[in-house]
């Protein structure tokens, strides 16, 4: 795992905050032997998603690991993918959404889902 004391640099804003966000790190498969345990209380059920301990190493943010637990792949598009992550402290669910830094379109739905607010659209939480 990725060093979580590991001060980042970088702007918040324009192209260098999204190639500061994607600095990997490396999740070795058998260290989540338990992936997708039963939710608690019913907490986000795990409907259709891609278990890591079956899949090879994959490589996610060091601030990402750091602060949660990745456990499942929900869905991949062209220029993201969905995790199942379960923060390390409160142990609540989370959906995380990992965005390819060079992509033009990440500038637009930032600004859109940081506006949005209905009962029905899953709230930005933060942008890391």
């Known amino acids: 795992m990725g ?33 997708c345990p039963p939710p608690h209380g019913g907490e986000m059920p795990l409907g259709e998603c891609t278990v890591l301990r079956d899949r090879p190493a994959m490589r996610f943010d060091s601030r990402l690991v750091c602060k949660y637990e990745v456990l499942a792949v929900v869905g991949k598009g062209s220029f993201s993918q969905v995790l199942r992550v379960q923060h390390r402290v409160t142990r609540k669910y989370f959906a995380v959404k990992v965005v390819n830094s060079d992509c033009g379109a990440v500038n637009n739905e930032l600004n859109i889902l940081s506006r949005l607010s209905h009962p029905f659209v899953i709230r930005l939480e933060e942008v890391g």
Do not use: E, M, V, Y
Request: aromatic residues 10%; charged residues 10%.
């Open 3 to 35: 060093n979580c004391s590991q001060k980042q640099s970088g702007s918040s804003s324009g192209s260098s905050f999204f190639s500061n966000l994607f600095h990997k790190a490396h999740i070795d498969p058998h260290a989540l032997a338990q992936a």
